[in-house]
């Protein structure tokens, strides 16, 4: 089993900054990638970035490109999503998710754990 847990989270201003983390434990010789998530109230859960499990590769969704950063602690086995320049469209719970393949994807169907989530509120 592979377990994810997320940390980080919070309310900051409109301009501001957070990062988050997540820590993965168990098997995780089973982890090919690894991508954050995040699902704001009344929407479809939608791909913020992604890395492979070497770190040698990312993929970011075009509104966060630019202002979101990626990168692994090979040694900690921890994941991180540095958020720059926020606003309020950023606000959603995030989540991290694991998966098989050592080939990034966008379809959250093909991720196969998830982390519990970590709030992310933007204000104006």
């Known amino acids: 089993q592979v377990q994810l847990v997320e940390s980080g989270g919070g309310l900051v201003q409109a301009g501001g900054s957070l990062r988050l983390s997540c820590a993965a434990s168990?098997?995780?010789?089973?982890?090919?990638?690894l991508a954050w998530f995040r699902q704001a109230p009344g929407k479809e859960r939608e791909f913020v970035a992604g890395?492979?499990?070497?770190?040698?590769?990312?993929g970011y969704t075009d509104s966060v490109r630019g202002r979101f950063t990626i990168s692994r602690d090979t040694a900690g086995n921890t994941m991180y999503l540095q958020m720059n320049s926020l606003n309020p469209e950023d606000t959603a719970a995030y989540y991290c998710a694991a998966r098989r393949v050592r080939i990034l994807s966008r379809s959250a169907a093909e991720y196969f754990v998830w982390g519990q989530g970590a709030q992310v509120t933007v204000s104006s």
């Open positions: 168990g098997r995780t010789f089973n982890i090919g990638a």
């Open positions: 890395i492979l499990w070497s770190g040698s590769n990312t």
